[in-house]
Structure formats: C-alpha cells, structure tokens
C-alpha cells in the first residue's frame, strides 16, 4: 500500500514539473518574442547561474 502512496505521489510531482517546464517555456518565448531579451543573453544568464550553483 505503501509503495501505491509513492508511485502516486511522483506522478504528481512530474505533471507539477511537465506544467511547470511548460510555463517556463512559454514565458521565455514570449521574453524573446517581444524583444525583451535575446536567447544568448538567457544562455549567457544559464551559464552564470550554473557557475554560482557548482561553487556552492
């Protein structure tokens, strides 16, 4: 019974992070779209962040 609560629960937390991605996605798209931000500068930020994560 157990292991059903568990399996339940990641397949919760997946379609959390599936709507998730997608909102991300689509904010990113829109950021891009209306010229507020180039997709090299997100890379460059992703870059800087994983930098900040991996010195942590």
């Not at 629960?9 to 997946?14: N, Q, R, V």
């Not at 991300?24 to 900040?52: F, H």
Request: charged fraction near 30%; aromatic fraction near 4%; charge should be neutral.
């Amino acid at each position: 019974m157990r292991e059903i609560e568990y399996l339940i629960t990641l397949a919760e937390i997946k379609d959390t992070e599936y709507k998730n991605l997608l909102a991300l996605i689509s904010l990113i798209d829109l950021l891009v779209e209306k010229g507020i931000i180039t997709r090299s500068e997100l890379a460059q930020k992703s870059k800087e962040i994983a930098k900040i994560k991996t010195a942590l």
